[in-house]
């Protein structure tokens, strides 16, 4: 079975500053890669994912996630914050094969952007 | 935005009652979810369908149960709520390049 771990519950920063949002995940299988952001009281929306090529990918409001299969982490970084990126994250993989493409998620990651 | 729609978007029921949550979707996609989102424990899987009457249970389908007579219709139904499935529900659809999309939420309160 696979899993997801989002390393920290809550990241507050303040803004400009840059920001990590943790995810490491456990399967025995090959993955695809999603980090999904839900903005209060929204649904979920993707932000960026990781299927195949390079391993670093990028989102258009300035996100940046790197596969790292050595370390099976999935991290979601920024170089600097803005107020309007306060919101819960979520790290999701999804196996291959017959999976019926169901998505694992990690925990969430609330982050604050303070002025 | 993938055509997505889910009714009601807010419940409020007994315990006991029989509650049915549905996902509309209109871009004929083939497979579909059912999530609830509790605090902790990100989103999980309740359900899912890869066809008209072909469903699947997820990691957390007890108490729960679906049904897909036509494509754009992805019916959950809690067959005697209780206050353990207080919860927010998301449907989703599997879009191209194996991506989900989500539905905007039904918030169910069980009294």
């Known amino acids: 079975a696979q899993s997801v771990t989002q390393l920290d519950s809550q990241v507050p920063v303040f803004e400009e500053a840059p920001v990590e949002l943790r995810c490491n995940y456990s399967?025995?299988?090959?993955?695809?890669l999603f980090w999904y952001v839900q903005y209060p009281n929204q649904g979920l929306q993707l932000l960026l994912k990781y299927l195949s090529g390079s391993t670093l990918v990028e989102s258009i409001n300035g996100f940046e996630a790197e596969f790292n299969k050595s370390q099976t982490s999935f991290h979601l970084r920024k170089p600097s914050v803005h107020i309007s990126d306060t919101a819960e994250y979520f790290c999701a993989i999804q196996t291959g094969g017959t999976s019926y493409g169901k998505l694992t998620f990690g925990q969430g990651t609330i982050l604050t952007v303070h002025p | 935005d993938a055509g997505i729609t889910q009714s009601p978007r807010h419940k409020v029921t007994e315990t006991g009652t029989p509650v049915t949550l549905r996902c509309h979707q209109t871009?004929?996609?083939?497979?579909m979810y059912w999530y609830r989102q509790d605090p902790g424990h990100g989103l999980r899987l309740i359900h899912y369908?890869?066809?008209?009457?072909?469903?699947d249970k997820g990691e957390v389908s007890d108490g729960y149960s679906v049904s897909r007579s036509k494509t754009e219709d992805f019916l959950l139904t809690l067959e005697s709520a209780t206050s353990s499935q207080t919860s927010v529900y998301f449907c989703?659809?599997?879009?191209?390049?194996?991506?989900?999309?989500f539905g905007p939420g039904t918030r169910l309160t069980v009294l």
């Open positions: 369908s890869y066809g008209v009457k072909d469903t």
């Open positions: 989703a659809i599997r879009g191209q390049l194996d991506t989900q999309y």
């Open positions: 399967s025995s299988v090959s993955v695809y």
């Open positions: 871009e004929n996609h083939r497979y």
